[in-house]
């Protein structure tokens, strides 16, 4: 994993927008209605030449292929793994239920979107028997970033991991959560090892460190989060097991949606399992108005020696452009909080498409605001070296 060793790098948490031809295949596909699979290989194959390219444009340093032939960054498990089938029934956020005239906002939000609550559900052993998929995105990532060589730093390929599965896709099968949590570690290992020896720095995407206290746990106290946070970690690092420290980078956030928050773990609760991680990079959430003063614990629980902290300094829900100068103070604050300028890579809050159709930031401002961190790294930079 590179550091902004003379600096400030920049990247982003993973999906990017999709065009909303792609998008209706992806949901259609989803929803077992007959698509033509050879016009959803055509459409994934521009988009994702597409997005590497606007992200080069951008002044993005560490790309990605945006999760362009993901229906969601999570929800894609089903369809490569055995196991899965029904469809779960998942809790909405403390914020639906307690913020009416917000619940009845969002639902007329997203008329057509894939699967969030109620993707299917583990009805049998879970296998990943077939690595076909995640071979081909590798190789479709591979041809459309090998036209851009030596105009991005580093690629990203980002994945689910076995606890914001575990949590999403829920258990119908197995004696207990652990030991469902631990089958998938067991079996999604196969795809973090793929995307590590394709040469990418492997994401793990697991809001379930944070968001499910809201939603699974909203209702437990907030100790028997803490331990199923524990145990999410603990199936996270077996998962691990052969992959360098240093080619990982976890993401974890309290839910990507334009809502009020207010019920959020604070992130000195959960930092100290954080921390238990065999990862290189921590990305969290700093941008948004309820994590912004977070930087504060990053002091009194200083990073691990050898981690890189990947900052929020850009919101993933608003259609506000961060002002450059805005973007150079949070990462300014960033590296204060972290004591080492090296170990700071500017990032986003979350995604910028989560789900198929589920989008809270038009796409034509999303690469503004990627631009802006560019422009903001600069101004940092300037700061920081002199």
Excluded at 283 to 303: D, I, T, V, W
């Amino acid at each position: 994993m590179h550091l902004s060793t003379d600096r400030i790098l920049t990247t982003h948490v993973g999906s990017l927008p999709r065009s909303p031809a792609l998008t209706d295949l992806l949901i259609r596909q989803e929803r077992d209605e007959a698509i033509d699979t050879a016009l959803l290989a055509r459409e994934a194959q521009a988009a994702v030449a597409a997005v590497v390219e606007r992200q080069i444009a951008a002044g993005v340093d560490i790309i990605n292929d945006g999760e362009q032939p993901r229906v969601g960054f999570q929800t894609y498990v089903p369809q490569r793994m055995k196991g899965f089938g029904g469809a779960s029934s998942r809790p909405f956020p403390t914020d639906y239920r307690d913020f009416p005239d917000f619940a009845k906002a969002m639902a007329s939000r997203f008329a057509r979107r894939s699967k969030v609550r109620d993707a299917p559900q583990a009805i049998a052993e879970v296998r990943y028997d077939d690595l076909s998929a995640a071979e081909a995105e590798c190789a479709l990532f591979e041809a459309a970033s090998a036209k851009h060589a030596g105009r991005y730093v580093e690629r990203f390929m980002t994945a689910a991991s076995p606890g914001i599965i575990a949590t999403t896709m829920l258990n119908a099968w197995y004696d207990s959560h652990e030991k469902y949590v631990f089958a998938l570690a067991r079996e999604m290992r196969k795809e973090y090892e793929l995307i590590v020896a394709r040469g990418y720095v492997l994401q793990l995407d697991a809001p379930d460190l944070a968001m499910e206290r809201v939603v699974l746990f909203q209702d437990k106290p907030l100790a028997e989060f803490l331990a199923v946070v524990e145990l999410h970690v603990a199936a996270l690092n077996e998962a691990l097991a052969n992959i360098p420290r240093d080619r990982v980078r976890l993401h974890c956030c309290w839910g990507n949606w334009e809502g009020p928050h207010v019920h959020d773990v604070p992130v000195g609760e959960i930092l100290p399992l954080l921390y238990q991680a065999r990862v290189g990079g921590l990305s969290l959430e700093f941008a948004n108005p309820r994590h912004q003063h977070e930087y504060a614990e990053l002091k009194r629980q200083k990073l691990p020696a050898g981690m890189v902290l990947l900052p929020g300094v850009l919101d993933s829900t608003t259609n506000y452009v961060e002002h450059p100068e805005v973007v150079a103070n949070r990462i300014c604050e960033a590296v204060a909080a972290v004591g080492d300028r090296t170990r700071v890579i500017a990032s986003t809050d979350c995604g910028f498409g989560t789900f198929a159709g589920y989008e809270f930031v038009a796409p034509d401002v999303v690469w503004a605001k990627l631009q802006a961190a560019a422009e903001g790294a600069r101004i940092a930079t300037k700061r920081l070296w002199g």
